[in-house]
């Protein structure tokens, strides 16, 4: 046991280990990894959520932020000094200053560095900071981004011969100091920038690496942005010119500031089997997800499983009814008993009801006695979120029509109401009233919600819609379609357009669109799987023609899709 551990009893005559109370405030260093917020460790998370200022290395800034309070200060290291007041660029706050004053105010002081910060310089410069002015600071580890860079790149650091490996920063080698690179067969890893990439594999030339040992390096490691370049010591620089990514006379402006992280030596000739991030089958694709920003997430993590970049463009913006007392009465009437069932046909007519619910003090118990059904699997889940369990989903198609096959018809002998609340937005197609009321129901159509197209997107997304910016869309009904085309415009004819069923098909064909992708079952989460196979298909046929993998928003502008 540690001396400052507690105890059941205390010590005789207090505990000499303790000086008083523990400081209020702290400052907890703390590894964001390398890029991937995936990547994050589950104490990582649980301090975040407890954070009063968050201080940020720019690369996984957005990602930690999401984690921190509402209310959170936050800063990026790029606008912090780390020494005087004066030496921070931009007239930005010393570091230091920032630190000290904000522990001693008793707030808890979050400092995120890329990576791990057992391996960052300056974090440590910060640590013998705080030692020497008294400031209570602890340590969360990370995944260090030269252990997570190339294991995303699929190259595996140690054989099973045991090889050596050793960690080389490219500043110390070119700088022309001592560097010990071991023995020919050490896998070394090195950490420099694209610009100093040439001279960094011509320095680990001039310490004794032969010209012809395989080299492997990747920019963006562990994010969608991420790109691999297999190669020679002697041969990357040729290599990056002509794949555009170094500066060359025919070439645009590149970053030559991009971090890099290289391995050099046998262990990369595993890429070629290892290799799991950058050939999911849509890595790399900006996919538009035009849906509201509630119907959204789900699936855009389902894209970002298969390598995409999903960015969620709301069509649609849902508003409470005009007139309230509607809902009010029918709120009422469950709680009374004047229903038998009660159907959703959709995420936002649970929401619409669950809303009410909180507003009159009541919960999921209020559903006691009453039969709940459910459109399909995505409505089910929102209720079973909400601690209701449905009592009827369509077991075939995932629709109003669907539900209805499986409805019972109303039996005065069974069913002592004969009532249904029908729950839903002011623009809904009868199909479902229609069908209940031939089985004998009676109907309370409610308009629980408004559905009214929402405010055009940013000017560069919508340039980026009509330019070919995009590499797929997903259309999950027919009026995300006609929404989208009447805020946005019309996507470009290299995106490739994903409709959810036939009358979503339908409507974007009439819009001139040319549909690519067809869910096999009208669901978001079979739609998006079906746009990964198609990715999955073009990946597999590019790479058996021994072409490149190219997206489709980099083909160039203007040229015409093949029929597929």
């Given amino acids: 046991m540690s001396p400052t551990a507690a105890t059941d009893t205390p010590l005789p005559g207090g505990n000499p280990f303790q000086a008083g109370p523990a400081p209020a405030g702290r400052c907890t260093f703390l590894g964001a990894g390398p890029g991937d917020p995936g990547l994050l460790t589950l104490r990582a998370v649980e301090v975040l959520a407890s954070a009063d200022i968050l201080v940020a290395d ?46 001693r105010a008793g707030k808890h002081v979050v400092r995120t560095v890329d990576g791990d910060p057992g391996l960052d310089g300056c974090a440590a410069e910060e640590m013998l900071s ?18 997570g860079v190339p294991a995303y790149a699929g190259v595996p650091l140690r054989g099973s011969n045991g090889t050596d490996v050793r960690f080389v920063d490219g500043a110390a080698l070119l700088a022309g100091g001592p560097v010990d690179l071991g023995s020919p067969e050490t896998t070394l890893v090195v950490r420099t920038t694209l610009g100093q990439l040439p001279a960094t594999a011509n320095a680990l030339v001039a310490n004794g690496r032969k010209p012809d040992s395989a080299f492997c390096a990747t920019l963006s490691g562990t994010t969608t942005r991420q790109r691999s370049f297999t190669a020679t010591l002697a041969t990357i620089a040729a290599d990056l010119k002509a794949a555009r990514v170094l500066p060359s006379p025919v070439s645009a402006p590149v970053d030559t500031a991009t971090s890099v992280i290289a391995v050099v030596g046998e262990q990369v000739a595993h890429r070629i089997s290892h290799s799991w991030f950058e050939t999911k089958p849509l890595f790399g694709w900006n996919v538009l997800v035009p849906r509201t920003k509630e119907q959204a997430t789900g699936l855009s993590d389902q894209l970002r499983s298969y390598g995409a970049v999903p960015q969620e463009v709301p069509t649609i913006a849902v508003e409470p009814p005009r007139t309230p007392q509607q809902m009010e009465r029918a709120i009422k009437g469950l709680v009374t008993g004047r229903y038998e069932w009660i159907a959703f046909t959709s995420v936002n007519a649970v929401r619409a009801v669950r809303e009410k ?17 459910a459109v399909g699997e995505t409505t089910a889940q929102s209720l079973v979120d909400f601690g209701v369990k449905p009592d009827l989903v369509p077991s075939g198609e995932q629709s109003a029509a669907g539900l209805l096959e499986d409805w019972p018809p109303y039996d005065p002998v ?24 031939e089985l004998g129901w009676e109907v309370d159509d409610v308009t629980a919600y408004r559905t009214v197209r929402a405010s055009p997107p940013p000017a560069e997304t919508r340039e980026a819609i009509k330019g070919g910016g995009f590499d797929a869309v997903l259309f999950t009904s027919s009026s995300t379609v006609r929404n989208l085309v009447g805020i946005a415009g019309k996507p470009h004819n290299v995106t490739v357009i994903a409709c959810i069923g036939p009358a979503t098909a339908k409507t974007a064909e009439e819009h001139g669109l040319r549909v690519d992708v067809m869910a096999p079952a009208p669901s978001a989460a079979a739609l998006a799987q079906a746009l990964a196979d198609f990715g999955a298909r073009r990946r597999d046929t590019a790479t058996a023609a021994g072409e490149p993998v190219y997206r489709p928003s980099e083909r160039r502008p203007g040229s015409r899709r093949k029929a597929r």
Avoid: M
């Fill in 357 to 373: 619910f909180e507003e009159y003090g009541l919960d999921a118990r209020a559903f006691a006695g009453i039969k709940v059904a």
């Fill in 130 to 147: 705080c030692a020497k002015s008294a400031i209570p600071f602890e340590v969360i580890p990370g995944v260090a981004q030269s252990v």
């Fill in 58 to 103: 720019p690369l996984t800034a957005a990602a930690v932020r999401s984690h921190c309070p509402a209310g959170v200060q936050v800063h990026t290291t790029a606008a912090l000094g780390s020494g005087t007041a004066t030496d921070a660029p931009d007239g930005g706050f010393d570091l230091a200053r920032l630190v000290a004053e904000a522990v």
């Fill in 414 to 437: 069974f069913d002592p109401i004969d009532r249904v609340l029908l729950p839903r937005a002011d623009i809904a197609t009868e199909t479902l009233v229609a069908g209940l009321v």
